[in-house]
């Protein structure tokens, strides 16, 4: 934070040459996203300079309004040498929520704010991409029109998947992705009876007062319900430099875990995407490949993600989920948080932390205390080949959270809670793996998706419900029209019985033998860290007295 003072109060300036010189910030005030990036800054990774608008203005937004272009801006505008909306060397933002404890994809992201008819040619001269370019743009209008003025994704979406017929929207070149551009502005105009705003000023307004009301979201709220959240603690707004991970063959955007979310083994957890944004592989609409791809076309920038998620683990002394990107080979971490995860990786992740001396007997046991027996197990199905083959596999997907779910198939909220209330098991079912449908979620067995990534924010929420989750599922396909979905050419209906294997990303029809298996091993750890703690809690007091 500024010193100076003129610097306004409840705002915030993060970089790692100036890291040193906050003061007086801290979680409750700068919001867990924000007061994490700092801690990284401090750390000296790689992070791109933020300007953070403080939880304060969550009930008034307006209020931040002026001090942001007075002096907030300014000051990010020297951090970075760039300035916002200018044609030769423009400062492109995105604008993140994040409130004082960690709520997933509840609340909304804008990328690429700046961007604009005048600033185009100006990105353009930085990078020397016009596919970045285009890509950029087009993105922008469409989060924007969605986001802000409230269009429906898929007329943005349709018009996309027109243009691709099928191909892989990164393989188009930049002659139609600004043919799509174009396409996305008359769409925008079309459905809010007004141009895209073409003033990056009231672009970048826009989006702080839309971020700060998706606080308000009914998606938000209910995640606050589930986790007993307070309501009056607000969220923070960051306005952090843009780094683009759709620049080429060399670049790509990503989402991992320090260790594996699913079963806690100490192994990076990673989902990437070549040639995208971050929003391609945490929204749930696209499916990811892991760590591989990343090294295959970055190895450097691999190298460097593994060297820096160990001092992640080490300064924030948990497991940790991260967001990253690689721009024509170069890492960049944009955020880290203490990752979601199941009952039985929490066991785990916290003995091992404890045996590698990160965290102390005290913090461990703390950790796990709440953790009853039968949660270090995995529900496996029953080795029985001729029971599998009579179900039949249906299809494979990439399984986010273990165990095996059985019920009825529910396409919507509306079915699901329904179906719940008359005490039938559902596994609910949608071509993406959106946030939205966390009413849903709470109440089904599991969750599986045509589309999205392990690391995708539903497949977050999923794990820390303690839902089945399999998502990327291909060959699976739904017509929403007749209620109908398709495993290849076997046809379902809602109220039809699957089951899905988070264990090994299968679904097989009907239900399928299954049984609970305990993990030993882990559960004698456990109780000798409990036995540890009450011998070492038992000295304590009788030295206390």
Not at 163 to 184: P, V
Not at 196 to 214: D, W
Not at 428 to 453: P, Y
């Given at each position: ?245 759709n620049t080429g063959g060399h670049s790509g955007a990503g989402v991992g875990f320090t260790r594996n979310p699913t079963n806690g083994e100490a192994e990076l957890w990673i989902d990437f995407l070549a040639n995208a944004q971050g929003e391609d592989v945490v929204s749930g609409r696209r499916n990811a490949h892991g760590h591989q791809v990343l090294a295959a076309i970055a190895p450097e920038a691999w190298e460097q993600l593994q060297s820096a998620t160990q001092a992640l683990e080490h300064a924030f002394s948990d497991m940790q989920d991260f ?223």
């Amino acid at each position: 934070m500024k010193s100076n003072s003129f610097w306004p109060k409840h705002f915030y300036l993060v970089a790692t040459d100036n890291a040193s010189h906050q003061h007086k910030a801290d979680r409750n005030h700068m919001g867990s996203k924000a007061y994490n990036l700092l801690r990284m800054a401090q750390i000296g990774l790689p992070i791109p300079p933020a300007l953070v608008i403080g939880t304060h203005y969550t009930q008034s937004p307006e209020e931040c309004i002026l001090p942001l272009f007075a002096l907030g801006l300014p000051s990010l505008q020297q951090a970075t040498a760039q300035t916002f909306g200018d044609t030769r060397n423009p400062l492109i933002v995105s604008v993140r929520s994040g409130a004082p404890v960690s709520m997933p994809g509840m609340m909304e992201t804008l990328l690429n704010i700046g961007l604009c008819d005048d600033t185009l040619p100006g990105l353009l001269r930085q990078s020397g991409n016009p596919r970045l370019v285009w890509d950029a743009y087009r993105r922008l209008i469409a989060s924007y029109g969605e986001v802000v003025a409230g269009i429906s994704a898929s007329v943005f979406e349709n018009a996309l998947q027109d243009l691709c017929q099928g191909q892989d929207e990164r393989e188009l070149d930049f002659e139609q992705l600004r043919a799509l551009s174009k396409q996305y502005l008359a769409l925008y105009q079309s459905a809010v009876g007004k141009p895209f705003p073409q003033n990056v000023n009231e672009q970048l307004s826009g989006a702080v007062r839309a971020v700060f009301n998706s606080w308000h979201a009914e998606k938000a709220q209910e995640y606050r319900r589930l986790n007993q959240i307070d309501d009056t603690i607000g969220t923070a707004v960051t306005i952090q430099s843009m780094v683009f991970g759709n620049t080429g063959g060399h670049s790509g955007a990503g989402v991992g875990f320090t260790r594996n979310p699913t079963n806690g083994e100490a192994e990076l957890w990673i989902d990437f995407l070549a040639n995208a944004q971050g929003e391609d592989v945490v929204s749930g609409r696209r499916n990811a490949h892991g760590h591989q791809v990343l090294a295959a076309i970055a190895p450097e920038a691999w190298e460097q993600l593994q060297s820096a998620t160990q001092a992640l683990e080490h300064a924030f002394s948990d497991m940790q989920d991260f967001e990253f990107t690689v721009q024509d080979g170069v890492l960049h971490i944009l955020q880290t948080r203490s990752g979601k995860r199941s009952a039985l990786a929490t066991a785990r992740i916290a003995l091992d932390l404890f045996d590698q001396k990160i965290i102390d007997l005290d913090t461990a046991h703390e950790r796990t205390a709440h953790l009853d027996e039968s949660q270090l197990s995995v529900v496996q199905l029953v080795s029985n080949a001729a029971t599998q083959a009579e179900s039949g596999v249906l299809a494979h997907g990439a399984p986010a959270c273990p165990g095996i779910a059985t019920g009825e198939i529910a396409l919507d909220g509306e079915r699901a809670a329904n179906r719940h209330s008359a005490g039938v098991p559902i596994i609910l079912v949608r071509q993406d793996a959106e946030t939205n449908d966390i009413a849903a979620l709470d109440l089904a067995e599991g969750l599986l998706t045509q589309r999205g990534a392990r690391t995708s924010h539903a497949a977050v929420v999923a794990r820390q419900l303690g839902k089945i989750c399999l998502v990327g599922c291909d060959q699976l396909h739904i017509d929403e029209a007749t209620r109908t979905l398709y495993f290849g050419d076997q046809e379902f209906h809602e109220g039809d019985v699957i089951t899905v294997d988070g264990n090994q990303g299968t679904v097989y029809a009907g239900a399928v033998e299954s049984v609970r298996v305990m993990d030993e091993a882990l559960l004698e750890r456990l109780r000798q860290l409990r036995s540890q703690f009450a011998e070492h809690h038992h000295a304590r007091k009788k030295h206390n007295k």
